[in-house]
């Protein structure tokens, strides 16, 4: 992994520490309009959005298991 990989969690971990990432149907609505601005013409578009959507997959499935653990 690389540094710049490694500052970047960091600073997701910190952001969640903090409490102050967005809700998930927030970070969905983000997701959605950082997908909207790729460049369609990069040659890592495709590997960009299945990226992207591939983080968002996760997000949802995160934010509904912990929905179910608040029902218990």
Excluded: C, F, H
Excluded at 17 to 40: C, F
Aim: charged share 25%; aromatic share 2%.
């Amino acid at each position: 992994m690389e540094m710049k990989q490694v500052m970047i969690i960091r600073k997701i971990v910190e952001l969640s520490n903090r409490g102050g990432g967005p809700s998930a149907d927030e970070a969905m609505v983000r997701l959605a309009a950082v997908i909207d601005r790729l460049d369609r013409s990069s040659v890592s578009y495709e590997a960009d959005v299945d990226a992207l959507i591939s983080v968002g997959s996760a997000v949802w499935t995160l934010s509904n298991a912990q929905a179910g653990a608040n029902l218990r």
